[in-house]
């Protein structure tokens, strides 16, 4: 009886830890989430603001 109530204590305190764990992660995800769409505004606002660009190969750049 005593190796099972260790053995659930064992158990609780994996699951706790994985919990933390996930915790985190998500945090980690929605903060990288936030950072993407805000790029993907900014960028978005860049097009339309027709400033900026990349060149993309056999395009002239504007002062040929």
Do not use: K
């Not at 190796?3 to 945090?27: F, G, K, M, T, Y």
């Amino acid at each position: 009886m005593e190796q099972l109530e260790e053995n659930i204590a064992h158990l609780l305190r994996c699951v706790d830890d994985l919990s933390d764990i996930v915790a985190a992660q998500q945090n980690e995800i929605d903060r990288l989430t936030a950072r993407v769409e805000m790029l993907m505004r900014r960028e978005g606002e860049r097009e339309a603001a027709g400033s900026g660009g990349v060149v993309m190969g056999d395009e002239r750049p504007p002062h040929y």
